[in-house]
């Protein structure tokens, strides 16, 4: 059994939709971002990034004791190789869906992440022309990375359908957000609703659709404290006692 601590955004629905697609059976945990959940001690022991998602495996490949295993591109790759899905073990193949893996990670995750983070802000938070121009021209510039990718093959790494497609699917499929036009970009959206279409990808992109945090009660306080603890973070200083 999977624990998946979890919150209904792109970077968590990544790893409902490989445990749905993978008939892996799984606990959703509730990490409720908005209100601080992923910085509890007992998050940072599974998660040392202080992001979710994060899994525990409680019947790890070999046996022993649970596994636990933070990053999204982490706990596809973990997953896959547990179930002996989804990413290729010859070494061509597999080289493909890795550098997509590692592309999402490194790049269209972050990037489309800012371009969403700054379009959000209000006018107290000053002018964001820059930033949402820089990042929705860098949004745009990956949809055509992956437009000119899926031209001539299915998926992302080939013509297989890999863990390359799901860890990209949820952000991809927020382009209106991130101010794109997807009618620009024909081959993401082929690419986009045959992935869309899938049962397994459904189920996982409504994974948590209903969860709610209700605000109403939080005080003007406590809203600001938790807005310096979600954007306003620091380093969090380390234990005495060390190896120093």
């Not at 649970?66 to 073990?89: D, N, T």
């Not at 609703?193 to 009660?217: C, F, Q």
Request: hydrophobic share 35%; proline share 7%; with cysteine.
């Amino acid at each position: 059994m999977i624990d998946l601590h979890y919150w209904p955004t792109p970077n968590g629905k990544k790893v409902s939709i490989l445990l749905e697609e993978a008939e892996i059976p799984y606990n959703l945990i509730p990490c409720r971002i908005g209100m601080g959940d992923q910085f509890t001690d007992e998050f940072l022991r599974m998660s040392p990034n202080n992001r979710m998602p994060a899994i525990v495996d409680h019947d790890p490949p070999g046996g022993g004791a649970p596994i636990s295993v933070f990053e999204s591109g982490a706990i596809l790759v973990y997953l896959a190789e547990k179930v002996g899905r989804f990413y290729p073990s010859e070494i061509r193949s597999r080289t493909e869906v890795s550098q997509w893996v590692f592309w999402q990670m490194a790049n269209q995750g972050p990037k489309l992440g800012e371009c969403g983070h700054f379009k959000r802000l209000d006018e107290s938070q000053g002018d964001q022309t820059y930033a949402i121009t820089r990042f929705t021209n860098e949004a745009n510039r990956l949809y055509g990375v992956m437009n000119n990718r899926l031209y001539d093959r299915r998926y992302l790494a080939g013509d297989e359908y890999t863990i390359a497609d799901m860890i990209s699917y949820p952000w991809a499929s927020r382009w209106e957000g991130q101010g794109q036009d997807i009618k620009e970009f024909p081959y993401v959206e082929r690419w986009l609703v045959e992935l869309g279409e899938r049962p397994a990808v459904r189920r996982g992109m409504a994974a948590g659709s209903d969860w709610k945090v209700d605000a109403s009660g939080i005080s003007d306080e406590e809203k600001r404290r938790l807005r310096n603890l979600l954007y306003n973070q620091r380093a969090r200083p380390a234990p005495e006692g060390g190896l120093l």
